[in-house]
């Protein structure tokens, strides 16, 4: 079983610069040692970030060819069911905690799978802790 629900903001801390923190690297480490689970949507999300950053030159290409290789080798699960979800639990998730469907898609995967979540988020944050979801990265001291 997965530890967590990682979203796109913790595992994207972990390559871009300024981004890291204590707590990115903790998760960063227990993921490497129990593994994740995400949406499917996460690989699109993760990739688009990293095109961004190296086209503003913010990331050389040499690191983002280095993060896509770590997400590829890490025991991160992408869910399969994210897209039926995403009409469903997720969009009412979105409309009632005031969130994009991709970021409420990652709520709905904690959710179901009954496992905290891993993100940066404050809104995302917000509306789990509404739900009872715990919450792992993110910090007030840190934001």
């Known amino acids: 079983m997965p530890a967590f629900v990682l979203d796109s903001s913790v595992a994207l ?5 300024r981004q890291q923190t204590a707590r990115t690297d903790a998760l960063m480490h227990r993921m490497a040692d129990e593994g994740a689970l995400t949406t499917a949507l996460w690989p699109i999300e993760v990739a688009n970030v ?4 190296e086209r503003r030159g913010q990331l050389t290409t040499a690191d ?13 699960t992408t869910d399969d069911q994210t897209g039926v979800q995403a009409f469903g639990t ?11 469907v991709y ?3 990652y709520l709905e995967l904690a959710l179901r799978a009954g496992l905290p979540l891993a993100t940066l988020d404050q809104a995302l944050c917000r509306a789990a802790a509404a739900l009872g979801v715990p919450v792992l990265g993110y910090s007030e001291d840190e934001a």
Do not use: M
């Open 64 to 76: 983002r060819t280095s993060a896509i290789a770590f997400y590829n080798s890490s025991p991160i």
């Open 50 to 53: 990293l095109l961004i950053y």
């Open 13 to 17: 801390a972990w390559y871009l610069p």
């Open 90 to 100: 997720a969009f009412d998730l979105a409309l009632a905690h005031k969130l994009t």
């Open 103 to 105: 970021d409420a898609g």
